[in-house]
């Protein structure tokens, strides 16, 4: 009894605001010294990388990688297998050394100076090496269906189209059988209690917004980088939901960068 009475205080807030929100608040309480000198890491690698210019596309794909060569060369040819042409697709490799890639010429790949263990700050970096239109994003791990710019595409480009959509997530085991489709509409209340945003399905307009937290999150920290920044984003711009599977989503528990616990999964 004494223990739910204690509790309350913790239940209303949840049900006030989300759980989601109430533990990322945490997060930038608890995490956010680290994150001062990572966005200092971050710019002086934006600016260092920045030499070689990458030309602007109606599409910039950005890959972030570490050390999965095979699943990395899968994952770019889907990305360049894309119906839409108009696109530049840059990798940007956490420190450890790029492995042969495709030769195509619009296909970009960088290394950080330094392995960071933040996927934010990767895809950050990929995100200010580019002035094209849109910015999608690809885990080294996972796969485009061809048609995945195509169908966000459709819909940001519509007249009085939105700034972000993202498609459903055919979320697959590591031995290829599918464990399920996740297509949930968009809906900010719901997002702050439920973790079915995820940036592999995520296209949106690019502006000084779209950018991933810097702070150092292991994966026992929820939520997600992901989660963080499709929320963020949606909360100055409009976000939909396209309800069609174009995103072949790897559940792996030994992924940095595509953790799915319990508690995330809508599915």
């Given amino acids: 009894m004494i223990r739910r009475i204690a509790r309350a ?32 890491f971050e ?25 999965r060569p095979d699943a990395l060369r899968a994952a770019v040819r889907s990305a360049l297998a894309q119906t839409v042409r108009d696109q530049i697709v840059i990798v940007v490799d956490d420190g450890a050394g790029l492995p042969e890639l495709p030769d195509d010429p619009r296909l970009f790949a960088v290394s950080l100076a330094h392995n960071t263990g933040v996927a934010g700050l990767v895809r950050n970096v990929g995100i200010r090496l580019t002035r094209s239109r849109y910015v999608a994003f690809l885990d080294d791990d996972n796969l485009w269906e061809p048609d995945h710019l195509e169908q966000a595409l459709a819909v940001l480009e519509a007249p009085q189209g939105p700034d972000g959509v993202y498609t459903a997530l055919r979320r697959v085991l590591p031995d290829g059988t599918e464990r399920d489709i996740l297509s949930v509409p968009f809906d900010r209340r719901r997002a702050a209690r439920e ?24 994966p026992e920290v929820l939520p997600r980088e992901d989660w963080e920044l499709v929320y963020r984003y949606s909360r100055a711009h409009d976000v939909r939901h396209v309800p069609h599977p174009t995103v072949r989503y790897l559940v792996n528990p030994a992924s940095f960068y595509t953790t799915w616990g319990p508690a995330e999964s809508t599915g």
């Fill in 43 to 67: 710019t002086a690698e934006a600016a260092r990388l920045a030499a070689v210019p990458i030309p602007a596309a109606l599409v910039a794909t950005v890959i972030a990688t570490h050390r």
């Fill in 195 to 218: 973790a079915f945003l995820d940036t592999n399905a995520f296209v949106a307009r690019r502006d000084r917004s779209l950018h991933f937290s810097r702070l150092r999150r292991t």
């Fill in 9 to 40: 205080p913790w239940e209303l807030l949840k049900r006030a605001f989300g759980w989601l929100v109430l533990f990322e608040l945490r997060n930038k309480v608890l995490l956010a010294p680290s994150a001062v000198s990572l966005r200092r």
